[in-house]
């Protein structure tokens, strides 16, 4: 059974999830779809990026993945269908797959070519489902598309460094439902800017310096729970993804707050991190465990 998966800004009160799922089933009833998300943030390239990148190799190989963001078909927004390590993924050539594409080379990549045969004012609809439907049913990207072998970037996805290698900026990227904030500086990057440095990590007037490998390596347990406090408090760590984030320990808005609220960082406000030449470091990147350093924070 071929699954195609959906990631879109449709949200959940209009119309265009159910009819975009609806049109896949009219033309293939033996499918799986599965909803990735459907709260991206309206035309959100870079959020969406993040998102298909650390879901896609969660599936199968073989899995369709429709990415609904930023569709509309213009001069400057060309459609496009792309083979990835052995995963199909359909969407517009925005740089919404530039994320991907720098880490794994595509094995293909066409340019849509059948909107003379489809009328069509919803490409998700009228174009992605049709492309997503040929290649369940064993088609050829080669059908539905023209050869091309470039896509479009995502403006800043890459951090800066400057020339000296002692310092890293990178931007926010994506906000999760806890508040907590990620960055485009991924941990492989880091530790290669790195290369055994102390560093001090920058965002808003916080400083950080230590990086946790999980979110309760921040909690000393051999202190009485009643007595810690450690709810609300900031760290960092190299989320799931590799990404370095920003959180607090089992944040809540209503309550602690989030790394997001507290902070005041929004989406693509700058962090950065500086390293210290003096102070070397022989295993590499200083992971904190057991009990916090709290002035680190």
């Known amino acids: 059974m071929a699954i195609i998966t959906l990631t879109t ?4 009160k209009d119309h265009f999830t159910g009819a975009t799922k609806g049109a896949i089933y009219s033309e293939l009833s033996d499918v ?3 909803d990735i998300s459907h709260r991206v943030s309206p035309f959100n390239i870079p959020e969406a990026a993040y998102i298909i990148q650390n879901a896609y190799n969660s599936f199968p190989k073989g899995t369709i993945h429709i990415i609904g963001i930023d569709s509309e078909l213009n001069p400057e927004n060309k459609h496009i269908a792309i083979k990835l390590d052995d995963h199909y993924f359909i969407c517009a ?12 080379a595509p094995q293909k990549i066409v340019e849509i070519n059948i909107h003379d045969r489809i009328q069509s004012s919803f490409p998700v609809l009228d174009v992605f489902v049709k492309v997503a439907c040929h290649i369940a049913r064993g088609g050829t990207l080669d059908v539905i598309g023209k050869n091309i072998t470039e896509i479009k970037p995502i403006k800043n996805i890459k951090p800066y460094v400057n020339d ?8 926010v990227i994506y906000i999760d439902n806890y508040g907590n904030v990620i960055t485009n500086i991924k941990r492989s990057f880091f530790e290669t800017i790195q290369k055994g440095r102390k560093f001090e990590i920058s965002a808003r007037n916080y400083t950080f310096k230590k990086v946790y490998e999980k979110y309760s390596d921040i909690v000393n ?8 406090q450690d709810e609300g408090r900031k ?8 990404f370095l984030e920003i959180a607090v320990y089992k944040s809540n808005n209503n309550t602690v707050g989030s790394a997001s609220t507290l902070l005041g960082l929004r989406l693509m406000d700058a962090v950065s991190i500086n390293f210290i030449a003096s102070s070397v470091i022989p295993k590499g990147i ?5 009990v916090p350093n709290t002035t680190n924070y």
């Open 164 to 171: 000296d290698k002692t310092q890293i900026v990178g931007s």
């Open 93 to 104: 050539n925005n740089g919404i797959m530039s994320m991907i594409c720098s880490e794994i």
């Open 9 to 12: 800004d449709f949200g959940e």
């Open 32 to 34: 799986k779809i599965v």
């Open 286 to 290: 200083e992971i904190s465990k057991g």
């Open 235 to 242: 760290l960092v760590v190299f989320n799931s993804g590799g």
């Open 221 to 228: 347990f051999e202190i009485a729970e009643h007595k810690r």
